[in-house]
Antibody
Framework: EVQLVESGGGLVKPGGSLRLSCASSGLAFSNAWMIWVRQPPGKGLEWVGRIKSNSGGGTTDRAEPVKGRFTLSRDDSKNTFYLEMNSLKTEDTAIYYC???????????????????WGQGTMVTVSS | QSALTQPPSASGSPGQSVTISCTGTSSDVGNYNYVSWYQQHPGKAPKLMIYEVNKRPSGVPDRFSGSKSGNTASLTVSGLQDEDGADYYCSSYAGSKILLFGGGTKLTVL
């Protein structure tokens, strides 16, 4: 069974930093594109960013609100994916989910448009 | 304000059908057949229900179907069951913006 487990959330002051981790098991991690999605309390989902597999170039892309502040990285030797968050703002308060692209039955891979395995989420609260 | 527009709520009685819309623009929904739908129960992570507009992952009941016309995608749930009550989110590939989500629709089974 594929599992993703996030950790590293907590309470941080505005302007502070935090690093989230997403550990995977049962997943061909080195081939997977990994994604962060966040959800503010009581609100909808927001795509935060994605890192491609190293064989896919390892390219990262981030949503406009987090560009220049958040960095995505991966350590394939540890099957772990990271989100480094700096200059945090109150509007970054959310549950942060890690997820992975969906491999369909026809051999297609949906790294940027469909995500089938999700972690349980980790809460990040930015408040003074 | 979310990038894709969904109605905040929808409802139906058991056995009925309900359709939830998701309106974007010619830069996202209208330009790509990469619309997905997710179901989220309270306190749980989202679950992929539909991908590529109208395809179901293994294990998703065929009561769930998707379609698209122009800049608007739709999710239809037929033969509503109590466990279908949840929040539903659409998403669309959006080129350089990568991925946009809708604001979500709370489906209530009456």
């Amino acid at each position: 069974e594929v599992q993703l487990v996030e950790s590293g959330g907590g309470l941080v002051k505005p302007g502070g930093s935090l690093r989230l981790s997403c550990a995977s098991s049962g997943l061909a991690f080195s081939n997977a594109w990994m994604i962060w999605v966040r959800q503010p309390p009581g609100k909808g989902l927001e795509w935060v960013g994605r890192i491609k597999s190293n064989s896919g170039g390892g390219t990262t892309d981030r949503a406009e609100p987090v560009k220049g502040r958040f960095t995505l990285s991966r350590d394939d030797s540890k099957n772990t994916f990271y989100l480094e968050m700096n200059s945090l703002k109150t509007e970054d308060t959310a549950i942060y989910y890690c997820t992975t692209g969906y491999s369909d039955s026809s051999g297609g891979y949906h790294g940027d448009d469909a995500f089938d395995v999700w972690g349980q989420g980790t809460m990040v609260t930015v408040s003074s | 304000q979310s990038a894709l527009t969904q109605p905040p709520s929808a409802s139906g009685s058991p056995g009925q059908s309900v359709t939830i819309s998701c309106t974007g623009t010619s830069s996202d929904v209208g330009n790509y057949n990469y619309v997905s739908w997710y179901q989220q129960h309270p306190g749980k992570a989202p679950k992929l229900m539909i991908y590529e507009v109208n395809k179901r992952p293994s294990g998703v009941p065929d009561r769930f179907s998707g379609s698209k016309s122009g800049n608007t995608a739709s999710l239809t749930v037929s033969g509503l069951q109590d466990e279908d009550g949840a929040d539903y989110y659409c998403s669309s590939y959006a080129g350089s913006k990568i991925l946009l989500f809708g604001g979500g629709t709370k489906l209530t089974v009456l």
